[in-house]
């Protein structure tokens, strides 16, 4: 696919996407119209006919796979990414009155660059659970007027914010919803209205602050994308786009593509849907099994695998140039970086990088390299979890942005095609041996 429709695409999946649960739903929507059948854990895989397939874990985290007609599965080729970007969070009695006004009360979810939240046209998403007969719904909710605003204090009432910004997390990241009416509507009835149900009927809600503004393409001659959550719904994009790509080539294979998205990577993926979960390594053994294999046949399969572990990267920022290590600074539409640290801060080992290289090189795409500065503590991704739960070879990459974990990121606009037509390649990748 060409460059233009995949940017659209991935403007209309960031717009689509304000919370995980909403990311959930836009890969599945993309999925199933590509011929992606939905599978549930709760199926028996006993029997798994080659086809295209999709389930969904925990609401927040999404898989889909390819199944060959060939047999034995001679291993995985698998992009991680996540789901989930820094935000604010509703805590669970976040109403309350003060000074006249309406506040709701929020948590800090993941790394926050909080000062990217105030003053900004905010409004709430999530999910909202909804009685409905014996069952109880969960359903998908969004508001889309700006109803929510963290508001800063004035200049003249703090003289010396200009000399550094300190925000209290629990005191002055309280978005104002409103003035303190009498009779005004309260947050369940708001969400009732929305849904359409009855106030009684709504028992719950997972619900978290998004920028109303919608992505678009930016810079002189749009050669940029400004949008929130490019980490790491871009990374998402790329992976579903390059199997939707990938697909038709891969059942002739004996290789299965297979694309993981989980949620909680931005606060230590350590939870039931979580790169940390055992969700990957069920999933994988289930489908080995489910085309006759045995346990030793789904060892071998692990032996025989790959794992891209595929998050943004930092571009240089030319205000901040010192900030970068000297000769690993990535450019804006530069092409994939691949991204490695002696820590293990990133997977990356010298063979995988080999072949991330080979592959870029496959697909005419520029390839640049990132290492953190060595004196500063370097940031993670579900690359290294990944492969220490399964012991798969993983290769960490992902397109150069700034403003990582702003309410309001920036990206290259060439950048997305690039990176998928490499995953795309990778999918279908013969195992180079190696170690
Ligand atoms: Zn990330």
């Known amino acids: 696919m060409s460059n233009e429709p ?34 549930a854990e709760t199926d028996t895989w006993g029997d798994l006919q080659p086809g295209r397939y999709t389930f969904v874990h925990g609401g927040t985290s999404v898989f889909a796979f390819v199944i060959p007609d060939a047999r034995p599965i001679s291993g995985f080729r698998i992009v991680g990414a996540h789901t989930d ?22 948590e800090v979810y993941g790394g926050v660059l909080l000062n990217s939240w105030l003053d ?3 409004s709430l998403a999530g999910r909202v659970f909804v009685r409905d007969g014996d069952r109880v719904e969960s359903r998908l909710v969004r508001f889309t007027k700006p109803m929510l605003r963290v508001a800063q204090l004035a200049i003249h009432l703090d003289r010396d914010v200009n000399d550094g910004l300190k925000l209290n997390r629990q005191e002055h ?12 509507k309260d947050l369940t009835s708001l969400l009732a209205e929305e849904l359409k149900v009855d106030r009684d009927k709504v028992l719950g809600s997972d619900l978290m602050l998004y920028d109303v503004v919608p992505p678009t393409l930016g810079g002189r001659d749009q050669e940029m994308i400004f949008s929130g959550r490019l980490d790491n ?14 697909a038709p080539q891969a059942a002739a294979g ?29 999933a994988l053994e289930r489908i080995v099994m489910g085309r006759g294999g045995s346990r030793e046949d789904f060892h071998r399969a692990l032996a025989g695998s790959l794992c ?25 539409n530069g092409g994939p970086v691949i991204k490695i640290n002696a820590q293990q801060r990133y ?32 940031g993670s991704t579900i690359g290294p979890i990944a492969s220490t739960l399964l012991g798969i070879r993983t290769v960490d990459v992902g397109n150069p942005m700034l403003s990582m974990h702003s309410v309001r990121e920036l990206g290259g606009a060439k950048d997305p095609a690039m990176m998928t037509k490499v995953l795309a390649a990778f999918y279908a990748c013969p195992d180079p041996g190696g170690a």
């Open 233 to 246: 719904l871009a990374m998402c994009h790329a992976g579903l786009r390059a199997l939707i790509d990938a």
């Open 173 to 184: 990241l309280a978005p104002i919803f409103g003035l303190a009416s009498e009779g005004a």
């Open 254 to 282: 004996n290789v299965v593509p297979f694309v993981a998205l989980f949620d909680h990577e931005e606060v230590g993926s350590e939870s039931a849907y979580g790169a940390h979960s055992g969700a990957l390594p069920r």
């Open 347 to 378: 997977a990356t080992s010298g063979p995988t990088a080999v072949l991330f290289r080979e592959l870029c090189a496959k697909a005419e795409v520029p390839v640049q390299h990132y290492a953190h500065r060595t004196d500063l503590p370097c």
């Open 120 to 122: 900004r046209d905010l």
């Open 308 to 332: 891209v572990s595929a998050d943004m990267a930092h571009a240089v920022h030319p205000n901040y140039e010192g900030r970068h290590e000297a000769r690993h600074k990535p450019v804006l």
């Open 85 to 106: 970007s820094p935000n604010l969070r509703l805590k669970p009695n976040a109403e309350y009155k003060k000074e006249g006004y309406a506040q709701l009360g929020v």
């Open 6 to 39: 995949i940017l659209q695409d991935l403007l209309a999946f960031l717009g689509a996407s304000p919370t995980p649960f909403h990311a959930v739903a836009s890969a599945v929507e993309r999925l199933a119209a590509a011929g992606f059948q939905p599978i």
